[in-house]
């Protein structure tokens, strides 16, 4: 007999015939089974040095392909790295009302822009922004696609041609490609830089608008922090001078915290509220920093001025869409109703108390039966509150191939994102979901089954 050759490979129309492509066209649909079955079949030719393989081994590899190919790429991951708002990981989980709404809002059709009394074309931005206004008292609301978006729009729409006064303590990267001096730039607004890389001092502001400053635009140095000789001049007093000459005074709070984050030992994170009773005209931050909301950018300020923004070219461009208003309306909900800290999650884990984090650590621990529980810190992250912790306590796991031991967590089902202290592999309680204790246990006992 012949050695079996590249002519004997079967035809994609003859593998069609089988019941396992009738089984994949069934899952996957005919034109991808096709698309997999020629890929496999182009495989075996590329190979002819290997073994020709049989129509069974063809169809084998045509489902993994499909498998692969539709495999999703956002997948759901338990955080126990202990960074509340992790930015790679999707800053703040949302909810249950959020999601809930987000799921009424996208399975059917929405008042997004239809006015139900009269029976025609209503306002987009009228769902979050009269929750805005109520909860901080500020005149007049606006939602954008993200904070990002938001600080774009102001200063085109405001700050366009004209001299914008910036602390050189402020011109920071956030990160992901955002630049304060380069999205005022972009903006096109002429950027007057003030005072020292570590200090500013408010006759630095009086001289820029006494020179021309026609905006002076605050940023919250977000993800970084100056120690030592440093300083900057209070928010109020650079918004009185601002306003003495007639400037208006916008300012980037970047995480917008409604809840004082003093209350559980961190740093005070200036408020929303605080910054519109400084005085500052617009004040925008992110939804889905220390609000916990979903993704979004939030203006608010003078209704003359927002309605500025609402006019320009670029608000349809960064406009937000519907499950974003729904899951933010929702989130803004529940700070009017004072329950924020229990329902909304990012709160709820900053509140965490080391004691009943402890008791799960030990939970682990026990469950597993290894590990040891360590004391611990936890960080906010997402641009909030740099350089501050809140106490913890971690599950430590045996030391010894730490870096194989945290990949193989990445790879199990749902993958567990950890981190390293000391050699050895830690997971803390604060922000794992107390739904996702019992997934997270399954997948540490079946991986350290197999390094032991
Ligand atoms: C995070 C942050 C931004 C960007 O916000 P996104 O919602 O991520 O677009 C802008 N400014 C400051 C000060 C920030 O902290």
């Known amino acids: 007999m012949a050695a079996p050759s590249l002519r004997d490979l079967p035809s994609v129309e003859a593998l069609l015939q089988m019941d396992a492509a009738a089984h994949l066209v069934s899952l996957y649909g005919r034109a991808l089974t ?18 020709i393989p049989s129509a069974e081994q063809l169809m084998d590899r045509a489902g993994a392909l499909l498998q692969s190919w539709l495999a999703p790429t956002l997948r759901s991951v338990i955080n126990a790295t202990g960074v509340v708002l992790h930015t790679n990981l999707g800053r703040a989980p949302l909810s249950r ?17 239809f006015d139900l009394e009269r029976g025609a074309r209503g306002a987009r931005s009228l769902h979050a922004e009269t929750l805005l206004t109520r909860l901080t008292g500020a005149e007049a609301a606006l939602v954008v696609n993200n904070n990002a978006a938001a ?3 102001i200063l085109s729409a405001l700050a366009k041609g004209k001299r914008a006064v910036i602390s050189r303590t402020q011109l920071v990267e956030i990160g992901g490609g955002f630049r304060v001096p380069d999205v005022m730039r972009q903006s096109g607004a002429k950027l007057m830089e003030i005072g020292a890389t570590n200090r500013v001092h408010l006759e630095d502001y009086e001289a820029a608008l006494a020179g021309g400053g026609q905006l002076v635009l605050h940023a919250h140095p977000s993800n970084f922090r100056i120690i030592g000789f440093s300083g900057e ?28 984050t003093a209350r559980w030992g961190l740093a005070h994170e200036p408020t929303v509220m605080e910054s519109l009773a400084a005085g500052a005209d617009i004040v925008c931050f992110s939804g889905d920093k220390l609000l916990g909301g979903p993704q979004a950018g939030i203006i608010l300020g003078q209704a003359e001025l927002i309605s500025r ?26 700070y009017l109703k004072g329950e924020a800290e229990r329902e909304v999650p990012v709160w709820r884990m900053i509140a965490a108390e080391p004691g009943a984090l402890q008791a799960r650590a030990c939970q682990w621990a026990q469950t597993l039966g290894l590990g040891e529980v360590l004391a611990g810190e936890s960080t906010i992250g997402g641009g909030s509150l740099p350089g501050e912790t809140r106490p913890t306590w971690l599950l430590a796991l045996p030391p010894g191939r730490a870096n194989r031991l945290l990949a193989d967590l990445r790879a199990a089902d749902p993958p567990v994102i950890a981190r390293i202290e000391a050699e050895r592999v830690v997971l803390d309680p604060r922000t794992v979901l107390p739904e996702q204790d019992g997934p997270l246990l399954a997948a540490l006992n079946r991986l350290l089954a197999g390094h032991h």
């Open 34 to 51: 096709v698309d997999a079955l020629r890929a496999a079949l182009a495989a075996a030719r590329q190979a002819p040095d290997l073994q």
């Open 97 to 113: 009302a959020a999601l809930q709404a987000v799921q009424q809002a996208g399975e059917g059709y929405a008042t997004l822009e």
């Open 151 to 153: 600080v774009l729009l």
């Open 233 to 260: 001049p209070a928010l109020a007093e650079v918004a009185a001078a601002a306003h003495r000459t007639g400037c208006l005074m916008v300012d980037d709070l970047g995480s917008g915290a409604l809840l004082d």
């Open 309 to 334: 923004l609402k006019k320009h070219p670029l608000m349809r461009a960064v406009r937000p869409d519907k499950l974003c208003l729904a899951a933010l309306a929702a989130t803004l909900t529940h």
